[in-house]
């Protein structure tokens, strides 16, 4: 990954992949993770491929990661629960972040009502 973002810096599917490999290496106490991620984020906020993996991440080092990060994480919930809400609900699953990402959702009606119908009916 280090070498890929040499060639191409702004390439944010390597940077989410290298927070995804960092945390996979080192856990959620990687070095740099919160960095990483925002770097991702800025350069491809919106890309769907990349939101979801994203959050994965974020949900697994979220109390390593600082209030700024969780902000920023919040926005990206709010982007995979209007674009993917299904895709989300498993993760929510899967991290056991139910509460975080309902509460996060709060301010949202339309898009909490959408997560929790998908929530309810995913495995």
């Not at 990687?30 to 979801?52: C, H, K, M």
């Not at 920023?72 to 929510?92: C, G, K």
Request: hydrophobic share 45%; glycine share 2%; no cysteine.
């Amino acid at each position: 990954h280090q070498m890929a973002l040499t060639f191409d810096p702004r390439n944010a599917y390597v940077w989410t992949r290298l927070g995804q490999s960092l945390l996979v290496r080192d856990g959620e106490t990687a070095q740099n993770l919160g960095s990483i991620l925002e770097t991702a984020v800025t350069f491809a906020p919106y890309d769907a491929r990349l939101v979801v993996a994203r959050i994965d991440v974020a949900l697994a080092a979220w109390d390593q990661l600082s209030d700024s990060m969780h902000m920023l994480m919040d926005s990206q919930i709010h982007i995979a629960a209007s674009q993917s809400p299904t895709a989300l609900a498993r993760l929510a699953r899967e991290r056991y972040a139910l509460t975080r990402v309902t509460d996060l959702l709060s301010d949202t009606p339309n898009l909490l009502k959408r997560f929790i119908y998908a929530y309810a009916h995913s495995y």
